[in-house]
């Protein structure tokens, strides 16, 4: 149980060109799912977290406008980059999460790859 | 917030031996302790977490020891084959804000 799946698992695309990448729970409903970020060799950087319903919270120093984020149901999140730039190349990686007091394991999707060219 | 440091960054073992990775926390608050395993292109694999009110957790051949006085927390591998070779990843929470702060990684490689 709890698996999470990212979709795609990479792409390639265009410099100021919009990329959508999905996450989705497909054994369990999500209250809450995070969106990261991975630069090669490093650790992972919380980049939003994201409520079904509702706006999404967003870390210090990331452009919301850049990253939109969408939690339109309980078992699928979006994370689009609009604009993509060389620099926004990276490692995405989803993590979703049941939620309650003695429930908060994060699940973690497989990532997603983006190359902008 | 939450600070997490880990240590060593990287660790080479010989199959058969242990490997132990150390994390310190900053937050007092911080009562849920995670530790993640990160294959190359891969997303993280929960393998072991540890709750406050246990001060040791173990799962086969994983354990995590907790102290919470000293605010730190560690990982034991024992008996290590070349499939534990990965990047592996601490990290602290607190109960029920599922937001997760995540330590720097260590590289293991366990050498046949």
């Known amino acids: 149980g709890a698996v999470v799946s990212q979709h795609p698992s990479w792409v390639i695309c265009k410099s100021g060109t919009s990329v959508k990448i999905e996450c989705r729970s497909l054994?369990?409903?999500?209250?809450?799912m995070f969106w990261y970020r991975q630069f090669p060799k490093q650790s992972l950087m919380l980049m939003a977290t994201?409520?079904?319903?509702?706006?999404?919270?967003?870390e210090q120093g990331v452009e919301k406008d850049k990253f939109l984020i969408n939690h339109a149901s309980l078992t699928l999140s979006t994370l689009t980059v609009t604009s993509a730039h060389p620099e926004d190349s990276s490692f995405y990686i989803c993590s979703a999460g049941t939620g309650g007091p003695s429930t908060d394991t994060q699940y973690f999707g497989p990532g997603t790859r983006l190359t902008v060219l | 917030g939450e600070n997490v440091e880990q240590h060593p960054s990287t660790l080479s073992v010989q199959e058969g031996d242990s490997a132990v990775i150390k994390c310190t926390y900053s937050?007092?608050?911080?009562?849920?302790f995670p530790w993640y395993k990160q294959e190359l292109g891969k997303g993280p694999q929960l393998i072991i977490d540890i709750r406050s009110n246990v001060g040791e957790k173990k799962d086969q051949r994983i354990a995590v020891t907790l102290n919470k006085t000293a605010k730190h927390f560690s990982l034991h591998i024992t008996e290590t084959q070349p499939e534990d070779s990965a990047v592996y990843f601490c990290a602290a929470s607190i109960q029920g804000y599922q937001k997760v702060t995540f330590g720097t990684g260590t590289k293991l490689q366990v050498i046949p």
């Open positions: 054994d369990f409903q999500a209250t809450t």
């Open positions: 994201s409520n079904e319903g509702s706006k999404a919270t967003y």
């Open positions: 937050d007092s608050a911080s009562n849920y």
